[in-house]
């Protein structure tokens, strides 16, 4: 069970500035600052008010170094935001296979999807991001599995136009 966090209304300015920084420090990509925090025990998997975790953010941004730092202090890479997303569906959505690599390699589930079903591959299928559809699929994940409506990464492709993955998904159906 996830703990509560404080109501915003009682927390005073000076703390929520140092959270406003903190975040801003995962977006800009300033891996040094989150660096020192993270030594001094900041806790890796802070989330913000839309549930984006300090690593969601920082790979979101294309900050590789940012997220390396991250995973090294025990950010999960398995932490899903208030919309059902992980850090790896992120990186596929972004076109990012630097971030998407690194986050396999620090244990991220090629195969995890959200409540809506939908899972990294379907992510990279609709925005024909073919390498990360590529590196998807050498690290397992399912070319035929389903979102919650019956969609599979192929299907969502091809509803969005997305030719170079339509090609590359329909060679292994």
Same mark, same amino acid.
């Given at each position: 069970?996830?703990?509560?966090?404080? $109501?915003?209304?009682?927390? $005073?300015?000076?703390?929520?500035?140092? *959270?406003?920084?903190?975040?801003?420090?995962?977006?800009?990509?300033?891996?040094?600052? @989150?660096?020192?925090?993270? /030594?001094?025990?900041?806790?890796?998997?802070?989330?913000?008010?839309? %549930?984006?975790?300090? +690593?969601?953010?920082?790979?979101?941004?294309?900050?590789?170094?940012? /997220?390396?730092?991250?995973?090294?202090?025990?950010?999960?890479?398995?932490?899903?935001?208030?919309?059902?997303?992980?850090?790896?569906?992120?990186?596929?959505?972004? %076109?990012? +296979?630097?971030?998407?690599?690194?986050? @396999?390699?620090? !244990?991220?589930?090629?195969?995890?999807?959200?409540?809506?079903?939908?899972?990294?591959?379907?992510?990279?299928?609709?925005?024909?991001?073919?390498?990360? /559809?590529?590196? @998807?699929?050498?690290?397992?994940?399912?070319?035929?599995?389903? $979102?919650?409506?019956? *969609?599979?990464?192929?299907?969502?492709?091809?509803?969005? !136009?997305?030719?170079?993955?339509?090609? @590359? +998904?329909? !060679?292994?159906?």
């Amino acid at each position: 069970m996830q703990p509560v966090p404080p $109501d915003p209304s009682t927390l $005073d300015e000076a703390t929520l500035a140092f *959270v406003r920084t903190v975040f801003q420090h995962a977006r800009a990509g300033e891996t040094a600052a @989150l660096a020192s925090l993270l /030594a001094q025990g900041l806790p890796p998997n802070l989330r913000n008010e839309r %549930g984006d975790s300090l +690593l969601m953010l920082a790979c979101y941004h294309g900050h590789a170094d940012t /997220a390396r730092v991250l995973l090294e202090h025990g950010a999960d890479p398995e932490l899903m935001n208030d919309a059902g997303q992980t850090p790896l569906a992120g990186a596929a959505f972004k %076109g990012d +296979l630097a971030i998407a690599t690194m986050l @396999l390699d620090h !244990g991220a589930g090629v195969a995890t999807a959200g409540p809506n079903g939908k899972n990294a591959l379907m992510f990279a299928a609709m925005f024909n991001r073919t390498e990360i /559809a590529r590196l @998807l699929l050498e690290r397992g994940a399912d070319p035929h599995a389903l $979102d919650a409506d019956g *969609v599979s990464a192929l299907a969502a492709a091809r509803r969005m !136009g997305a030719q170079d993955t339509v090609a @590359l +998904l329909a !060679g292994l159906a």
